[in-house]
Protein backbone atom coordinates (compact mmCIF):
# COMPACT_ATOMS: atom_id res chain seq x y z
CA UNK A 1 0.00 0.00 0.00
CA UNK A 2 1.02 3.62 -0.39
CA UNK A 3 1.14 5.27 3.18
CA UNK A 4 2.28 8.69 3.96
CA UNK A 5 3.20 9.62 7.61
CA UNK A 6 3.30 13.49 8.08
CA UNK A 7 6.09 14.47 10.59
CA UNK A 8 9.07 12.87 11.24
CA UNK A 9 9.43 13.23 14.95
CA UNK A 10 9.07 9.95 16.98
CA UNK A 11 6.12 8.51 16.15
CA UNK A 12 5.98 9.33 12.49
CA UNK A 13 9.71 7.95 11.75
CA UNK A 14 9.41 4.48 13.71
CA UNK A 15 5.85 3.69 12.34
CA UNK A 16 6.89 5.09 8.68
CA UNK A 17 10.36 2.89 8.74
CA UNK A 18 8.24 -0.18 9.96
CA UNK A 19 5.55 -0.33 7.44
CA UNK A 20 8.36 0.16 4.67
CA UNK A 21 9.92 -2.91 5.91
CA UNK A 22 6.62 -4.68 6.03
CA UNK A 23 6.66 -4.19 2.34
CA UNK A 24 4.95 -0.60 2.30
CA UNK A 25 5.50 2.10 -0.32
CA UNK A 26 5.94 4.99 2.41
CA UNK A 27 7.30 8.61 1.74
CA UNK A 28 7.85 10.52 5.03
CA UNK A 29 7.08 14.00 5.14
CA UNK A 30 8.09 17.34 7.42
CA UNK A 31 8.29 20.96 6.47
CA UNK A 32 11.97 21.07 8.14
CA UNK A 33 14.04 20.80 4.80
CA UNK A 34 17.22 20.35 7.08
CA UNK A 35 15.29 17.72 8.72
CA UNK A 36 14.34 15.91 5.20
CA UNK A 37 17.84 16.22 4.02
CA UNK A 38 19.90 14.58 7.02
CA UNK A 39 17.21 11.80 6.91
CA UNK A 40 18.15 11.39 3.36
CA UNK A 41 21.78 11.26 4.16
CA UNK A 42 20.97 8.24 7.03
CA UNK A 43 21.40 10.59 9.61
CA UNK A 44 18.38 9.89 12.14
CA UNK A 45 17.29 12.78 14.60
CA UNK A 46 16.41 10.72 17.17
CA UNK A 47 17.99 7.77 19.49
CA UNK A 48 16.32 4.31 18.78
CA UNK A 49 17.48 1.22 19.01
CA UNK A 50 17.61 -0.64 15.40
CA UNK A 51 16.40 2.30 13.65
CA UNK A 52 19.47 3.43 11.58
CA UNK A 53 19.52 0.31 10.17
CA UNK A 54 15.95 -0.03 8.93
CA UNK A 55 16.26 3.50 7.80
CA UNK A 56 19.21 2.81 5.31
CA UNK A 57 17.66 -0.93 4.55
CA UNK A 58 14.59 0.64 3.31
CA UNK A 59 15.45 3.91 1.77
CA UNK A 60 18.15 1.87 -0.41
CA UNK A 61 15.47 -0.24 -1.75
CA UNK A 62 13.33 2.76 -2.28
CA UNK A 63 10.61 1.48 -0.43
CA UNK A 64 11.24 4.56 1.92
CA UNK A 65 11.14 7.78 1.08
CA UNK A 66 11.63 11.28 2.40
CA UNK A 67 10.25 14.91 1.58
CA UNK A 68 8.61 18.34 1.74
CA UNK A 69 6.20 17.97 -0.76
CA UNK A 70 3.35 18.11 1.62
CA UNK A 71 0.43 17.81 -1.51
CA UNK A 72 2.37 15.87 -3.72
CA UNK A 73 3.01 13.10 -0.84
CA UNK A 74 -0.54 13.27 0.05
CA UNK A 75 -1.98 12.78 -3.81
CA UNK A 76 0.27 9.98 -4.59
CA UNK A 77 -0.71 7.88 -1.34
CA UNK A 78 -4.26 5.63 -0.03
CA UNK A 79 -3.50 6.23 3.71
CA UNK A 80 -2.43 9.40 5.11
CA UNK A 81 -1.27 9.31 8.81
CA UNK A 82 -0.86 12.34 11.28
CA UNK A 83 1.94 12.13 13.51
CA UNK A 84 2.51 15.45 14.11
CA UNK A 85 3.07 16.95 18.11
CA UNK A 86 0.14 17.72 19.94
CA UNK A 87 2.06 19.32 23.04
CA UNK A 88 0.27 21.07 26.15
CA UNK A 89 -1.02 24.50 25.47
CA UNK A 90 2.19 27.18 27.29
CA UNK A 91 0.00 27.98 30.33
CA UNK A 92 -2.27 25.60 30.27
CA UNK A 93 -3.24 21.59 30.55
CA UNK A 94 -5.23 21.30 27.44
CA UNK A 95 -3.47 19.67 24.35
CA UNK A 96 -2.38 21.98 21.22
CA UNK A 97 -3.97 20.59 18.48
CA UNK A 98 -2.02 23.73 15.85
CA UNK A 99 -0.39 21.54 14.07
CA UNK A 100 -2.84 18.78 13.83
CA UNK A 101 -5.15 21.69 12.29
CA UNK A 102 -2.86 23.40 10.07
CA UNK A 103 -1.83 19.82 8.92
CA UNK A 104 -5.83 19.25 7.54
CA UNK A 105 -6.19 22.67 5.83
CA UNK A 106 -2.56 22.12 3.85
CA UNK A 107 -3.67 18.73 2.83
CA UNK A 108 -7.94 19.19 2.14
CA UNK A 109 -7.08 20.33 -1.53
CA UNK A 110 -5.03 17.58 -1.86
CA UNK A 111 -7.36 14.80 -2.18
CA UNK A 112 -7.76 13.43 -5.98
CA UNK A 113 -9.22 10.33 -4.90
CA UNK A 114 -10.55 8.01 -1.66
CA UNK A 115 -8.29 8.41 1.35
CA UNK A 116 -8.20 7.06 4.95
CA UNK A 117 -6.90 10.15 6.92
CA UNK A 118 -5.53 8.83 9.93
CA UNK A 119 -4.94 10.51 13.40
CA UNK A 120 -1.93 8.40 15.12
CA UNK A 121 -1.52 11.69 16.95
CA UNK A 122 -2.44 11.53 20.53
CA UNK A 123 -5.71 13.78 20.53
CA UNK A 124 -8.63 14.49 22.31
CA UNK A 125 -11.45 12.73 22.55
CA UNK A 126 -13.89 14.50 19.30
CA UNK A 127 -10.93 15.73 17.21
CA UNK A 128 -11.74 13.06 14.42
CA UNK A 129 -15.18 14.95 14.30
CA UNK A 130 -13.52 18.37 14.25
CA UNK A 131 -11.20 16.95 11.07
CA UNK A 132 -13.81 15.18 9.41
CA UNK A 133 -15.97 18.86 9.33
CA UNK A 134 -13.02 21.13 7.83
CA UNK A 135 -12.17 17.76 5.49
CA UNK A 136 -16.20 18.15 4.45
CA UNK A 137 -16.19 21.62 4.01
CA UNK A 138 -13.79 21.40 0.63
CA UNK A 139 -15.00 18.22 -0.38
CA UNK A 140 -18.51 17.60 -0.45
CA UNK A 141 -18.55 13.91 -2.04
CA UNK A 142 -16.61 12.68 1.17
CA UNK A 143 -14.03 10.99 -0.97
CA UNK A 144 -11.97 9.78 2.19
CA UNK A 145 -12.43 8.29 5.97
CA UNK A 146 -11.34 9.51 8.76
CA UNK A 147 -9.62 7.44 11.78
CA UNK A 148 -8.67 7.23 14.68
CA UNK A 149 -5.39 4.76 15.46
CA UNK A 150 -3.37 5.49 18.20
CA UNK A 151 0.63 4.55 19.17
CA UNK A 152 1.42 2.19 21.87
CA UNK A 153 5.41 2.52 21.02
CA UNK A 154 7.48 2.66 24.18
CA UNK A 155 10.72 4.89 23.58
CA UNK A 156 13.89 2.51 23.51
CA UNK A 157 11.29 -0.47 22.55
CA UNK A 158 9.72 0.95 19.83
CA UNK A 159 10.32 -1.16 16.71
CA UNK A 160 9.87 -3.97 19.21
CA UNK A 161 6.60 -2.79 19.96
CA UNK A 162 5.58 -2.12 16.11
CA UNK A 163 6.69 -5.44 14.99
CA UNK A 164 5.01 -7.35 18.33
CA UNK A 165 2.21 -5.18 19.36
CA UNK A 166 -0.31 -6.26 22.07
CA UNK A 167 -3.44 -4.66 20.12
CA UNK A 168 -3.85 -2.46 17.36
CA UNK A 169 -6.81 -0.04 17.81
CA UNK A 170 -8.56 1.44 14.91
CA UNK A 171 -11.39 4.18 15.32
CA UNK A 172 -13.52 3.80 12.45
CA UNK A 173 -17.09 4.47 12.11
CA UNK A 174 -17.08 2.61 8.41
CA UNK A 175 -16.91 -0.55 6.60
CA UNK A 176 -14.29 0.33 3.78
CA UNK A 177 -11.55 1.64 6.04
CA UNK A 178 -11.54 -0.78 8.82
CA UNK A 179 -11.58 -3.36 5.75
CA UNK A 180 -8.59 -1.82 3.92
CA UNK A 181 -6.40 -1.22 7.66
CA UNK A 182 -7.28 -4.79 9.07
CA UNK A 183 -5.17 -5.48 5.53
CA UNK A 184 -2.63 -3.19 6.05
CA UNK A 185 -1.88 -4.94 9.53
CA UNK A 186 -2.24 -8.17 8.41
CA UNK A 187 1.91 -9.09 8.70
CA UNK A 188 1.03 -7.73 12.22
CA UNK A 189 -2.17 -9.92 13.62
CA UNK A 190 -0.75 -13.77 11.86
CA UNK A 191 1.69 -12.92 14.80
CA UNK A 192 -1.03 -13.19 17.26
CA UNK A 193 -2.00 -9.16 17.64
CA UNK A 194 -5.34 -8.61 19.04
CA UNK A 195 -7.47 -6.10 16.12
CA UNK A 196 -9.86 -4.34 18.19
CA UNK A 197 -12.42 -1.86 15.84
CA UNK A 198 -14.15 0.80 18.11
CA UNK A 199 -16.03 4.06 17.41
CA UNK A 200 -13.43 6.76 16.55
CA UNK A 201 -14.33 8.67 19.90
CA UNK A 202 -13.77 5.44 22.16
CA UNK A 203 -9.88 4.91 19.98
CA UNK A 204 -9.42 8.63 20.98
CA UNK A 205 -10.15 7.74 24.37
CA UNK A 206 -8.58 4.87 24.86
CA UNK A 207 -4.94 5.97 24.17
CA UNK A 208 -5.41 8.27 27.28
CA UNK A 209 -6.88 6.21 29.55
CA UNK A 210 -3.79 3.98 28.92
CA UNK A 211 -1.34 6.01 29.42
CA UNK A 212 -3.47 7.51 32.61
CA UNK A 213 -3.27 4.39 33.80
CA UNK A 214 0.43 3.71 33.53
CA UNK A 215 1.03 7.16 35.09
CA UNK A 216 -0.95 5.83 37.98
CA UNK A 217 1.19 2.43 38.12
CA UNK A 218 4.15 4.45 38.14
CA UNK A 219 2.49 7.06 40.86
CA UNK A 220 1.46 4.41 43.11
CA UNK A 221 4.37 2.21 43.39
CA UNK A 222 6.30 5.32 44.11
CA UNK A 223 4.19 6.44 46.95
CA UNK A 224 4.40 2.64 48.21
CA UNK A 225 8.24 3.03 48.19
CA UNK A 226 8.32 5.87 50.67
CA UNK A 227 6.15 3.82 53.18
CA UNK A 228 8.11 1.02 52.93
CA UNK A 229 11.51 3.00 53.59
CA UNK A 230 9.80 4.02 57.02
CA UNK A 231 8.42 0.93 57.51
CA UNK A 232 12.11 -0.88 56.43
CA UNK A 233 9.96 -2.98 53.84
CA UNK A 234 11.52 -3.52 50.83
CA UNK A 235 9.74 -2.16 48.01
CA UNK A 236 11.00 -4.88 45.27
CA UNK A 237 9.47 -7.21 47.61
CA UNK A 238 5.34 -5.44 47.28
CA UNK A 239 6.07 -4.88 43.40
CA UNK A 240 6.56 -8.58 42.94
CA UNK A 241 3.63 -9.73 45.61
CA UNK A 242 1.30 -7.48 43.11
CA UNK A 243 2.39 -8.00 39.84
CA UNK A 244 1.91 -12.01 40.45
CA UNK A 245 -2.08 -11.02 40.47
CA UNK A 246 -3.10 -11.27 36.64
CA UNK A 247 -5.59 -8.95 37.59
CA UNK A 248 -2.61 -6.39 38.20
CA UNK A 249 0.60 -7.25 36.27
CA UNK A 250 4.18 -6.40 37.32
CA UNK A 251 4.48 -4.04 34.46
CA UNK A 252 5.40 -0.09 35.84
CA UNK A 253 5.40 -1.53 39.20
CA UNK A 254 8.95 -0.13 39.46
CA UNK A 255 9.56 2.43 42.39
CA UNK A 256 11.94 5.49 41.11
CA UNK A 257 12.15 9.28 39.40
CA UNK A 258 8.77 10.55 38.26
CA UNK A 259 7.32 9.66 35.58
CA UNK A 260 8.41 11.39 32.17
CA UNK A 261 9.04 11.84 28.34
CA UNK A 262 6.50 12.52 25.68
CA UNK A 263 3.25 10.88 26.35
CA UNK A 264 2.95 10.51 30.30
CA UNK A 265 3.10 14.07 31.45
CA UNK A 266 1.07 15.83 28.89
CA UNK A 267 -1.35 12.80 28.28
CA UNK A 268 -2.73 13.06 31.99
CA UNK A 269 -3.22 16.46 31.92
CA UNK A 270 -4.93 16.69 28.65
CA UNK A 271 -7.84 13.63 29.74
CA UNK A 272 -8.66 15.56 32.86
CA UNK A 273 -8.86 18.92 30.72
CA UNK A 274 -11.14 17.12 28.81
CA UNK A 275 -12.85 16.07 31.53
CA UNK A 276 -13.29 19.38 32.99
CA UNK A 277 -14.75 20.34 29.54
CA UNK A 278 -17.63 17.94 30.28
CA UNK A 279 -18.02 18.82 33.97
CA UNK A 280 -16.28 15.30 35.13
CA UNK A 281 -13.64 15.28 38.28
CA UNK A 282 -10.98 12.74 37.03
CA UNK A 283 -9.92 13.22 40.70
CA UNK A 284 -7.64 10.01 40.47
CA UNK A 285 -6.16 11.23 38.09
CA UNK A 286 -5.51 14.93 39.00
CA UNK A 287 -4.00 13.31 42.86
CA UNK A 288 -1.72 11.40 40.26
CA UNK A 289 -0.18 14.49 38.61
CA UNK A 290 0.06 16.10 41.97
CA UNK A 291 2.10 13.44 43.11
CA UNK A 292 4.22 13.18 39.86
CA UNK A 293 4.84 16.66 40.69
CA UNK A 294 6.32 16.03 43.97
CA UNK A 295 8.03 13.51 43.68
CA UNK A 296 11.08 14.99 42.56
CA UNK A 297 11.20 17.83 45.45
CA UNK A 298 11.22 13.72 47.81
CA UNK A 299 14.22 12.30 45.78
CA UNK A 300 16.09 16.25 46.66
CA UNK A 301 15.21 16.16 50.08
CA UNK A 302 16.83 12.58 50.13
CA UNK A 303 19.85 13.71 48.42
CA UNK A 304 20.16 16.79 51.53
CA UNK A 305 19.62 14.03 53.80
CA UNK A 306 22.81 11.87 52.36
CA UNK A 307 24.81 14.82 52.08
CA UNK A 308 24.31 15.92 55.43
CA UNK A 309 22.67 19.77 53.89
CA UNK A 310 25.40 20.99 53.05
CA UNK A 311 24.93 21.30 49.54
CA UNK A 312 27.39 24.24 49.03
CA UNK A 313 30.36 23.24 47.29
CA UNK A 314 29.64 19.44 47.01
CA UNK A 315 30.22 17.35 44.02
CA UNK A 316 27.17 15.58 42.87
CA UNK A 317 27.33 13.35 39.81
CA UNK A 318 24.43 11.87 38.12
CA UNK A 319 24.96 8.84 35.92
CA UNK A 320 21.90 9.39 33.15
CA UNK A 321 20.04 12.35 33.13
CA UNK A 322 16.86 10.98 30.32
CA UNK A 323 13.98 10.15 31.58
CA UNK A 324 14.29 6.65 30.65
CA UNK A 325 17.30 4.40 29.29
CA UNK A 326 17.41 3.37 25.52
CA UNK A 327 16.07 7.00 24.28
CA UNK A 328 17.79 10.45 24.27
CA UNK A 329 14.25 11.76 25.43
CA UNK A 330 14.70 14.80 28.10
CA UNK A 331 11.27 15.71 27.50
CA UNK A 332 10.04 16.40 31.71
CA UNK A 333 12.91 14.09 33.12
CA UNK A 334 13.32 14.43 36.80
CA UNK A 335 16.77 15.50 35.79
CA UNK A 336 15.80 18.48 34.58
CA UNK A 337 13.89 20.00 37.95
CA UNK A 338 17.17 18.52 40.09
CA UNK A 339 20.03 19.40 38.92
CA UNK A 340 19.13 23.28 38.47
CA UNK A 341 17.76 23.33 42.39
CA UNK A 342 21.34 21.57 43.05
CA UNK A 343 22.97 24.40 41.09
CA UNK A 344 21.53 26.75 42.82
CA UNK A 345 22.21 25.52 46.04
CA UNK A 346 25.67 25.92 45.31
CA UNK A 347 26.41 21.93 44.22
CA UNK A 348 28.85 21.20 41.45
CA UNK A 349 27.12 18.84 38.53
CA UNK A 350 28.89 16.45 36.51
CA UNK A 351 26.88 14.12 34.49
CA UNK A 352 27.68 11.04 32.00
CA UNK A 353 24.73 9.38 29.67
CA UNK A 354 25.55 7.45 26.50
CA UNK A 355 23.34 9.19 24.31
CA UNK A 356 25.79 12.36 25.00
CA UNK A 357 26.40 15.55 25.79
CA UNK A 358 22.15 17.52 26.66
CA UNK A 359 21.84 21.39 25.61
CA UNK A 360 18.98 21.66 28.07
CA UNK A 361 21.42 21.33 31.13
CA UNK A 362 24.07 23.57 28.81
CA UNK A 363 23.18 27.32 30.51
CA UNK A 364 23.24 26.02 33.86
CA UNK A 365 25.44 27.23 36.42
CA UNK A 366 28.68 24.22 37.40
CA UNK A 367 26.79 21.36 35.18
CA UNK A 368 29.19 19.77 32.83
CA UNK A 369 29.55 16.90 30.55
CA UNK A 370 31.42 13.93 31.09
CA UNK A 371 32.45 11.29 28.22
CA UNK A 372 32.99 8.61 30.33
CA UNK A 373 31.82 7.01 33.72
CA UNK A 374 35.15 7.31 35.18
CA UNK A 375 35.46 10.85 34.41
CA UNK A 376 31.84 11.48 35.85
CA UNK A 377 32.12 9.96 39.41
CA UNK A 378 35.75 10.57 40.21
CA UNK A 379 36.57 13.21 43.01
CA UNK A 380 32.55 12.88 43.93
CA UNK A 381 30.69 13.23 47.40
CA UNK A 382 27.29 11.47 45.89
CA UNK A 383 26.79 9.48 42.73
CA UNK A 384 23.13 9.58 41.66
CA UNK A 385 22.24 6.42 39.35
CA UNK A 386 19.21 8.26 37.59
CA UNK A 387 18.66 6.40 34.55
CA UNK A 388 18.27 2.72 34.14
CA UNK A 389 20.84 1.96 31.52
CA UNK A 390 22.71 -1.56 31.08
CA UNK A 391 25.88 0.88 31.32
CA UNK A 392 25.61 1.38 34.97
CA UNK A 393 23.98 -2.29 36.12
CA UNK A 394 27.93 -4.17 36.49
CA UNK A 395 29.53 -0.98 37.62
CA UNK A 396 32.57 -1.91 40.11
CA UNK A 397 33.17 1.14 41.70
CA UNK A 398 36.08 -0.43 43.69
CA UNK A 399 37.93 -0.79 40.86
CA UNK A 400 36.83 2.52 38.92
CA UNK A 401 38.12 4.83 40.95
CA UNK A 402 40.63 5.47 43.63
CA UNK A 403 38.64 7.68 46.01
CA UNK A 404 36.05 5.33 47.97
CA UNK A 405 34.65 7.96 49.99
CA UNK A 406 31.72 9.49 48.04
CA UNK A 407 27.78 7.98 48.34
CA UNK A 408 25.64 5.95 46.24
CA UNK A 409 22.41 6.94 45.67
CA UNK A 410 20.53 4.23 43.61
CA UNK A 411 18.16 6.14 42.26
CA UNK A 412 16.39 2.94 39.90
CA UNK A 413 17.67 -0.10 42.48
CA UNK A 414 19.40 -1.64 39.72
CA UNK A 415 23.02 -2.35 41.96
CA UNK A 416 22.63 -5.04 45.09
CA UNK A 417 23.10 -3.21 48.28
CA UNK A 418 24.72 -6.30 49.64
CA UNK A 419 27.76 -5.63 46.70
CA UNK A 420 28.10 -1.89 47.10
CA UNK A 421 28.24 -1.82 50.58
CA UNK A 422 30.68 -4.94 51.10
CA UNK A 423 32.99 -2.36 48.49
CA UNK A 424 32.83 -0.21 51.11
CA UNK A 425 30.63 2.59 49.94
CA UNK A 426 27.42 4.10 51.35
CA UNK A 427 24.86 2.94 49.16
CA UNK A 428 21.41 4.09 49.07
CA UNK A 429 18.66 3.61 47.17
CA UNK A 430 14.38 3.72 46.62
CA UNK A 431 11.88 1.85 49.09
CA UNK A 432 14.49 -0.82 50.64
Known sequence: MKLCMIGTGYVGLVSGVCFSDLGNDVVCVDKDTKKIELLKKGNIPIYEPGLTELVTKNYKNGRLKFSNDLKKSVRDSDIIFICVGTPTKKNGSSADLSQVYNVIKEITTSINKYKIIITKSTVPVTTGDVIEKLLFKKNKKKTFSV???PEFLREGEAIRDFSYPDRIVIGSNDKKSNRILRSLYAPLLSKGAQYLNTSRRAAELIKYASNAFL?????FINELANLCEKLNINVEDISIGMGLDKRIGGRFLRAGPAYGGSCFPKDT?????????????????????????????ILLDRVYEILGKKIKGKKISFLGVTFKANTDDMRDSSSLKMIPILSKKGAI????DPTGFKTELS?????????????TVEGSDLVIIHTEWNDFKSINFKNLVKRKKF??????????????????????????
Open 363 to 375: KIKNVRYLDSIKK
Open 269 to 297: KAITSTAKKHKINLSVIKTVIKSNKHRSN
Open 147 to 149: VSN
Open 407 to 432: SIFDMRNICSPIKIRAQGFKYYSIGR
Open 349 to 352: VNYF
Open 215 to 219: ATKIT
